[in-house]
């Protein structure tokens, strides 16, 4: 809400300082330190309940209500308030209960009970009266209370395991380590006597970054300053895991908290069908004023002469003839605006929210329910190549050091072989120094990764046996990394575990090798993983580093690269993917240089990124290459079938990818994207170099005219390059339009390129698909954010709006679920706009015929339950089921999505298709009813009907009608859509009966009095109410019929073929059952 | 009509199993509903896998109802005009703005002037009147839908709540009170009653007029009657002691207790009272005045000949540009002459009949 930004733009201009200063334990640091800016931090309270109540985008509708009460209304208050009422109460009561739940929540938070340090006692508190700067003592699955600088843990080497399930998902533990010059402090009395402040940057929401740094005093000496990163960070939501208890500082809390930014941070996005919707909305609102306007005027043009402004029989009274001319203009005017305000559906934003809340979620986790239609008018679908149209069920495939190749004996039956022996040497042995080098080989991939080990074989989840027969399980954000572990192990090193910085692994002689590790730098620029670490062996100093071809190959100095270069092309075509590793010796003065430099960068506050990143550049040079490896990913199950139907249904798929154009290529054609015909477009550095990118583009443009009528939509297809020195900002859509499917090669996020197309002229509907953490952006920035709930957590799942386990179920989640939401709401919204026009016009017509005096045509009840029962039910219902092909149908023939793409059935021509039928109705049920009662009776009897029958036969014709209408478009009638329909006629017929049945004690009038119960007795107005309907209903049908008969859309042609078919169908399964029957 | 039934089975599993998947809003403290499965109730309506019956609307489906709507509908609407041209309907203005009318010297007749302003027309009948004959007043350009009007009564006091008759509805202002008493019954409505007298005689010869007997009973809907109108509780007798603390309305001559002679008829359920006190709908409009029964059945009700209608002439409508006529009309069971059903019926029919061909021709065709 606006309240909480105002807020924070408040309380930034209050304290805006970039980093803030925590005294741990309160204590303040020796004088002669820095200047101290107070700031005033939260507490710890969670408040998630929105703070304010925003009640609906309907101010008009309470302008609306308040006139009612100032201003003598046609209708009473209760008529028109009842319904807002209803739909303020409805949405109040539905936000209340969620209000209330999050309320109980964070209370639960609020006070559960924390472990504070006092003085050097442990102090119980509630969580609430939590302060920034106070120490906490957290135990074994406790969950942290705010954002904690880990200080000291009871484990020996200060460290603590966590899981951050409830924050992002991720189920894995984690490992945190505690401050160094701390972690010795393990009781209470111990951790009282610490002397620090912590300087770290303002709170912001990035769950894995953090910049700070410690100053521990010690006595009078200078302080030592130490990095603190995120991994010194515990975070509010994590709960601590097999670690006995750990001391912390508390530095942000309450809404400061990372998890509380996080949860506030989220956008709402809303759909295309809610932007058209209120669109709609205000051309109702110009016709609404128009009419209003329209009424006015011609009030006082036909008051103009006495007689008809005040006759002798009905007279003002004294105070209505002293009012000056303009207020009794202005007051007129409102109260045309009162009567006809039905004219805007107000009903309809509680029956669309009472859809969305009801609707049916069928497999797919969904966080925003509000995008369900956008399913159905998705036009761009960006999808991340790793995980989510593979499987990230990484296999090792072959090694290649110095130029020969090394292929794990692999498959066996199906089974993997876990044999050090199966090793196929496709060249011939290598030489002594080519041992060296295999042997450098395997210890870097064994070492150079960021891969833990648990030795815990209780846990679920992909089990390895080792071949010592020690249970141990590999667990890695990267499933690249686990496959290499495991396929070196099978070529004969075994990671074994890293301890106190010494890692161990067992080589081929079943020896344990033992190093320190210095230092362990990881990047992950270019979305390709770039591991560096330090490490002594044999008493040198090595730098391994592990990384893609494009950001290896530059930085290599020495070996044997051409002979690796080909193979590692040979593999990318193949669709594997490649890694290069290298190495580099270090002298123990050239390491200790590179170390203070990059102390140095680490301290820094600002920058820090930047000034690390130098110092890598400094470190990665002239490397020397030993080998690369191939690991195979193979394509997710129906992938190419999901790809071939989205193509099929008009969607223009974008692979984002960090590999190759030959590794792409080799994806794409697996899966369909590129087919033999398709030609392709390079668009990558080398070639825009040779061909400036308008030349291209140019070109293509030519190509596309002239095959403009053989154009087929499989014919293009690029391969485009964005880096950072191309933003491809110079693109036009149209240039974006002729590629209909594209492999994108980012090297940036993946933001720039979905808010581009997003942004191009015809704003095309987005959709973005990944698994990883890498694609969050592209999910957030996207109309609709889809996670894959995969093996590289559950970050792109939490910040999607609805998150599927598998690609494959993309296809049924656009082509059928989109679909239907569509269809269904489509429908809803211009059913709503269609039945009151219906309701208000004729109430227009009527002000003709009654002196502009804003007479009601329908008696109060009526014009209550108007939206609120007699039509309300069968909409909403048929937007819940409404199935107008079968979902097999739909899933089998994706081109039936063509039919609703690009907002079909919501476009200005419909709509006012819509109007104008509404229109016309209206016009038949009042002029049918004029002429009907028009200077005669209509009884067998003589006797006479008043204004009150004129307006019921009105008001059951238009009721009729519009149910009936309804029905007619329903295609898919369950007992429970014969229930409602039926029911609700059935419904307003007896309420009428009853309303009219009875002198109602309380009301103060009487004028329903027998008027139904007269009206059915007359047989011209049953006459005319079938006549009326029929008329109204007439021209509909037509138009349905000769549309389906002339110009018959996709969906039409497959609803009648699948008629024909299944009747053939049953008469086959008929016949097929009197043959059996009557063969045995 | 082509349609079917099939009970939808869906093989082909839905992607479920996510339902395991808990906490889906993200980071809300405590995860709100985190703790209850989102995967839906395997039940039919919750898979949308409930047997449905799906029809399309295609030309042939709709031919036949295009045919059949035809073919009701046209000798329907042959009826309903057959009839309504049956019906004898005879209409006078007697308003009197012509200045060649009998009832022009009464045209700027005022409320209260006594003694009325009485003038006659002569009318032949060509026709006989075979059956009962219902004799209606007509006014024009008479706004008693206007929203002033229409809500200027008091139900209650009409329905003989005495508390209403003693303290009336704000609604009935500016005619709730008169010289501090309260007005029975009070409002626009009541005050503006239709209070010309019209009486029918027949001239038989030269000089014989025979009165005819017009029936004022059962002119109002038998509920209003029995029902929404009653007088005060009390002595149904001594009318004039039940209404004693109310005045008349201003333009009426004479309080509503002295209506009519006959007590069932007197007071608030005066039948002529609840005829007008029931708002037309539109500005034109007529109101049942009289019934003229057939004496037997040999006789028709009005026979043809000469007549002459004896007008009261109290109402003034010529301030506000308005008009009145006299009608006499017979009834058929869908009440009184209006071509327009007919004629719509046989339209509309003409109309689906044509399209029905139309629709063949495509149907055939394309």
């Known amino acids: 809400c606006n309240c909480w930004l105002i807020s924070c733009i408040c309380a930034g201009e209050e304290n805006w300082v970039d980093s803030r200063t925590i005294y741990v334990g309160h204590r303040e640091p020796p004088p002669g330190a820095e200047a101290y800016i107070p700031q005033r931090y939260p507490d710890n309270r969670i408040v998630s309940s929105k703070?304010?109540?925003?009640?609906?985008p309907h101010l008009f509708h309470q302008v609306a209500q308040l006139c009612s009460l100032i201003i003598d209304t046609p209708t009473s208050p209760i008529t028109s308030g009842l319904p807002l009422f209803f739909v303020i109460t409805v949405t109040a009561i539905k936000q209340g209960y969620e209000d209330w739940l999050r309320h109980k929540a964070d209370n639960a938070m609020n006070r559960c009970p924390v472990h504070f340090i006092q003085h050097g006692k442990l102090v119980r508190k509630q969580s609430r009266k939590l302060r920034v700067g106070d120490i906490v003592m957290v135990k074994e699955d406790e969950t942290f209370p705010?954002?904690?600088?880990?200080?000291?843990?009871?484990?020996?080497?200060?460290?603590?395991?966590?899981?951050?399930?409830?924050?992002?998902?991720?189920?894995?533990?984690?490992?945190?380590?505690?401050?160094?010059?701390?972690?010795?402090?393990?009781?209470?009395?111990?951790?009282?006597?610490?002397?620090?402040?912590?300087?770290?940057?303002?709170?912001?929401?990035?769950?894995?970054?953090?910049?700070?740094?410690?100053?521990?005093?010690?006595?009078?000496?200078?302080?030592?300053?130490?990095?603190?990163?995120?991994?010194?960070?515990?975070?509010?939501?994590?709960?601590?895991?097999?670690?006995?208890?750990?001391?912390?500082?508390?530095?942000?809390?309450?809404?400061?908290?990372?998890?509380?930014?996080?949860?506030?941070?989220?956008?709402?996005?809303?759909?295309?069908?809610?932007?058209?919707?209120?669109?709609?909305?205000?051309?109702?609102?110009?016709?609404?004023?128009?009419?209003?306007?329209?009424?006015?005027?011609?009030?006082?043009?036909?008051?103009?002469?006495?007689?008809?402004?005040?006759?002798?029989?009905?007279?003002?009274?004294?105070?209505?003839?002293?009012r000056n001319v303009f207020i009794t203009a202005f007051t007129d005017f409102l109260a045309f605006m009162v009567l006809f305000n039905y004219i805007i559906p107000v009903s309809m934003y509680v029956t669309v929210e009472m859809q969305k809340f009801l609707e049916i979620g069928e497999g797919p986790l969904v966080n925003t329910s509000y995008l369900n239609e956008e399913l159905g008018q998705v036009e761009y679908v960006f999808t991340d190549k790793t995980g989510t149209l593979t499987e990230n069920n990484m296999e090792f495939i072959e090694c290649c050091i110095e130029g020969h190749v090394y292929i794990p004996h692999v498959i066996c039956n199906g089974q993997i072989l876990h044999d050090c022996a199966g090793i196929d040497m496709i060249d011939s042995s290598p030489g002594g120094s080519g041992k060296e080098r295999e042997e450098l080989f395997f210890r870097a991939l064994c070492l150079c990764h960021t891969v833990q080990v648990?030795?815990?074989?209780?846990?679920?989840?992909?089990?390895?046996?080792?071949?010592?027969?020690?249970?141990?399980?590999?667990?890695?954000?990267?499933?690249?990394?686990?496959?290499?572990?495991?396929?070196?192990?099978?070529?004969?090193?075994?990671y074994l575990r890293l301890k106190d910085n010494f890692m161990e692994i067992l080589n081929r002689e079943n020896v344990i090798e033992r190093g320190f590790l210095f230092d362990f730098l990881q990047t992950n620029i270019f979305k390709s993983h770039f591991n560096i670490l330090?490490?002594?062996?044999?008493?040198?100093?090595?730098?391994?580093?592990?990384?893609?071809?494009?950001?290896?190959?530059?930085?290599?100095?020495?070996?044997k690269i051409d002979q690796i270069r080909a193979r590692v092309e040979r593999n990318a075509v193949e669709g594997l993917r490649t890694l290069c590793v290298a190495y580099k010796k270090f002298t123990s003065k050239e390491y200790s240089s590179v170390q203070k430099h990059l102390q140095d960068a680490r301290l820094a506050l600002q920058d820090r990124e930047k000034k690390l990143a130098e110092v890598y550049e400094q470190v990665e040079r002239e490397l020397i290459l030993l080998g690369a490896t191939a690991v195979e990913d193979r394509l997710q199950e129906?992938?190419?079938?999901?790809?071939?139907?989205?193509?099929?249904?008009?969607?223009?798929?974008?692979?984002?990818?960090?590999?190759?154009?030959?590794?792409?290529?080799?994806?794409?054609?697996?899966?369909?994207?590129?087919?033999?015909?398709?030609?392709?477009?390079?668009?990558?550095?080398?070639?825009?170099?040779?061909?400036?990118?308008?030349?291209?583009?140019?070109?293509?443009?030519?190509?596309?005219?002239?095959?403009?009528?053989?154009?087929?939509r499989d014919t293009f297809s690029g391969y485009v390059e964005i880096s950072d020195s191309d933003p491809g900002s110079n693109w036009t859509s149209e240039q974006w339009n002729v590629v209909y499917l594209g492999v994108c090669r980012v090297a940036l996020a993946d933001r720039p390129i979905v808010k581009l197309i997003k942004l191009s002229k015809e704003h095309p509907i987005t959709l973005a698909i990944g698994d990883g953490a890498n694609d969050v952006s592209m999910i957030l920035e996207a109309h609709v954010g889809i996670g894959i709930i995969g093996k590289e957590g559950r970050q792109a799942a939490r910040n999607s709006d609805y998150a599927i386990p598998k690609?494959?179920?993309?296809?049924?989640?656009?082509?059928?679920?989109?679909?239907?939401?569509?269809?269904?709401?489509?429908?809803?919204?211009?059913?709503?706009?269609?039945?009151?026009?219906c309701f208000i016009f004729p109430q227009f017509l009527y002000q003709f015929f009654c002196g502009f005096s804003q007479q009601t045509l329908y008696d109060t009840a009526y014009l209550t339950l108007y939206n609120i029962s007699f039509t309300s039910l069968p909409i909403l219902l048929y937007s819940l089921m409404e199935q107008h092909v079968s979902a097999d149908i739909l899933k089998r023939d994706p081109s039936l999505y063509r039919d609703v793409a690009k907002n079909a059935l919501l476009r200005w021509h419909v709509f006012i298709y819509w109007t104008f039928l509404g229109v016309f109705d209206a016009v038949v049920f009042f002029f049918g009813a004029y002429f009907l009662f028009d200077n005669t009776t209509v009884t067998s009897n003589g006797q006479m009907f008043g204004n009150w029958t004129f307006g019921t036969l009105v008001f059951t014709v238009l009721v009729f009608t519009v149910t009936l209408k309804l029905a007619l478009d329903t295609r898919y009638w369950t007992w429970i859509n014969h229930f409602v329909i039926w029911g609700s006629l059935l419904f307003y017929i007896l309420f009428s009966l009853l309303w009219g049945g009875i002198i109602w004690p309380f009301l103060n009038y009487q004028k329903m009095y027998y008027v139904f119960m007269q009206m059915l007795s007359s047989g011209p107005a049953w006459l005319g109410i079938i006549l009326l309907i029929t008329v109204s209903l007439l021209p509909d049908v037509l138009k349905k019929v000769l549309c389906r008969q002339l110009w018959p859309t996709e969906t039409e042609r497959t609803q009648t073929k699948h008629q024909c078919l299944s009747v053939e169908q049953s008469t086959i399964f008929m016949l097929s059952q009197t043959s059996s029957s009557l063969s045995f | 009509m082509a349609m079917n039934y099939n009970a939808k089975e869906e093989a082909d599993g839905h992607p479920g199993g996510v339902g395991a998947v808990a906490g889906g809003s993200g980071v809300a403290p405590g995860g709100v509903g985190a703790g209850k499965s989102r995967k839906p109730d395997n039940t039919a309506f919750k898979q949308q896998r409930l047997p449905a019956w799906q029809p399309i609307l295609t030309a042939g489906t709709v031919l036949p109802a295009f045919f059949i709507i035809g073919l009701i509908f046209i000798p329907i609407g042959i009826g309903i005009f057959v009839t309504s041209n049956n019906i004898r309907e005879y209409e006078i203005d007697y308003t009197g703005?012509?200045?060649?009318?009998?009832?022009?010297?009464?045209?700027?007749?005022?409320?209260?002037?006594?003694?009325?302003?009485?003038?006659?027309?002569?009318?032949?009948?060509?026709?006989?009147?075979?059956?009962?004959?219902?004799?209606?007043?007509?006014?024009?350009?008479?706004?008693?839908?206007?929203?002033?009007?229409?809500?200027?009564?008091?139900?209650?006091?009409?329905?003989?709540?005495?508390?209403?008759?003693?303290?009336?509805?704000?609604?009935?202002?500016?005619?709730?009170?008169?010289?501090?008493?309260?007005?029975?019954?009070?409002?626009?409505?009541?005050?503006?009653?239709?209070?010309?007298?019209?009486?029918?005689?027949?001239?038989?010869?030269?000089?014989?007029?025979?009165?005819?007997?017009?029936?004022?009973?059962?002119?109002?809907?038998?509920?209003?009657?029995?029902?929404?109108?009653?007088?005060?509780?009390?002595?149904?007798?001594?009318?004039?002691?039940?209404?004693?603390?109310?005045?008349?309305?201003?333009?009426?001559?004479?309080?509503?207790?002295?209506?009519?002679?006959?007590?069932?008829?007197?007071?608030?359920?005066?039948e002529d009272f609840i005829v007008w006190m029931r708002t037309a709908a539109l500005p034109t409009f007529r109101k049942l005045y009289r019934l003229i029964e057939k004496k037997d059945n040999l006789q028709p009700a009005l026979a043809a000949g000469n007549y002459s209608l004896e007008i009261a002439y109290n109402y003034p409508v010529h301030s506000f540009d308005g008009r009145k006529r006299m009608i006499l009309s017979t009834i058929s069971w869908m009440g009184g002459k209006n071509p327009f059903l007919g004629i719509a019926y046989i339209t509309v029919g003409s109309i689906c009949f044509f399209l029905g061909v139309v629709l063949l021709i495509i149907h055939h065709k394309y």
């Open chain 1, 51 to 56: 703070v304010g109540y925003c009640p609906h």
């Open chain 1, 146 to 322: 705010c954002d904690l600088i880990f200080l000291s843990s009871s484990r020996t080497d200060g460290t603590c395991f966590v899981t951050t399930a409830s924050l992002d998902g991720e189920s894995s533990q984690k490992t945190h380590h505690a401050v160094q010059d701390t972690k010795a402090f393990h009781n209470e009395q111990d951790i009282d006597t610490l002397h620090a402040t912590i300087e770290c940057e303002q709170p912001q929401p990035d769950l894995y970054k953090f910049v700070g740094r410690i100053n521990v005093y010690h006595d009078r000496n200078e302080p030592v300053v130490r990095p603190l990163g995120s991994e010194n960070l515990l975070l509010r939501g994590a709960t601590l895991k097999n670690t006995e208890k750990i001391f912390g500082v508390a530095i942000y809390t309450g809404m400061e908290t990372k998890m509380a930014l996080n949860y506030q941070a989220k956008s709402q996005k809303r759909s295309a069908v809610e932007k058209s919707m209120n669109v709609y909305l205000i051309v109702y609102l110009c016709i609404l004023i128009s009419k209003a306007l329209i009424n006015t005027a011609l009030k006082y043009v036909w008051q103009s002469e006495l007689f008809s402004d005040q006759p002798w029989y009905n007279q003002k009274t004294e105070s209505e003839r002293k």
């Open chain 1, 454 to 494: 648990k030795e815990d074989d209780n846990l679920d989840g992909l089990k390895k046996a080792h071949p010592s027969g020690r249970s141990c399980l590999y667990i890695s954000s990267s499933p690249d990394e686990v496959a290499l572990v495991e396929g070196i192990q099978r070529l004969g090193y075994t």
């Open chain 1, 534 to 559: 330090y490490f002594t062996f044999l008493g040198e100093i090595f730098l391994f580093c592990k990384g893609a071809d494009s950001s290896i190959f530059p930085r290599v100095a020495e070996g």
């Open chain 1, 638 to 712: 129906k992938a190419a079938d999901t790809i071939e139907s989205l193509q099929k249904a008009g969607i223009k798929v974008w692979v984002l990818t960090g590999d190759k154009m030959e590794t792409a290529a080799a994806t794409c054609y697996a899966c369909k994207l590129f087919r033999r015909n398709t030609q392709i477009l390079e668009l990558t550095t080398k070639k825009i170099e040779e061909q400036s990118l308008h030349d291209v583009l140019f070109d293509l443009s030519k190509t596309v005219l002239r095959h403009s009528g053989s154009l087929t």
């Open chain 1, 807 to 837: 690609f494959k179920h993309l296809k049924k989640m656009l082509l059928v679920h989109g679909h239907f939401y569509y269809v269904r709401i489509s429908e809803l919204v211009q059913y709503f706009f269609y039945k009151n026009v």
């Open chain 2, 97 to 270: 703005t012509d200045s060649a009318s009998p009832c022009n010297k009464c045209l700027n007749v005022s409320w209260n002037s006594t003694p009325p302003c009485t003038c006659t027309i002569n009318f032949t009948l060509d026709h006989p009147f075979e059956s009962n004959v219902f004799m209606y007043y007509g006014l024009s350009n008479f706004y008693q839908n206007h929203r002033r009007y229409v809500k200027s009564r008091d139900d209650s006091q009409l329905n003989g709540d005495n508390s209403s008759l003693h303290y009336p509805s704000k609604e009935c202002e500016p005619y709730r009170t008169s010289e501090d008493k309260p007005i029975a019954p009070c409002g626009a409505i009541a005050n503006s009653m239709f209070n010309d007298t019209l009486e029918l005689y027949r001239i038989d010869g030269e000089e014989t007029r025979t009165p005819i007997h017009l029936n004022k009973k059962g002119i109002a809907w038998w509920t209003d009657k029995n029902v929404k109108f009653r007088n005060p509780t009390g002595d149904t007798n001594n009318l004039t002691a039940l209404f004693h603390g109310t005045t008349k309305p201003i333009n009426w001559p004479k309080p509503v207790y002295m209506l009519d002679s006959e007590p069932d008829n007197n007071g608030f359920i005066n």
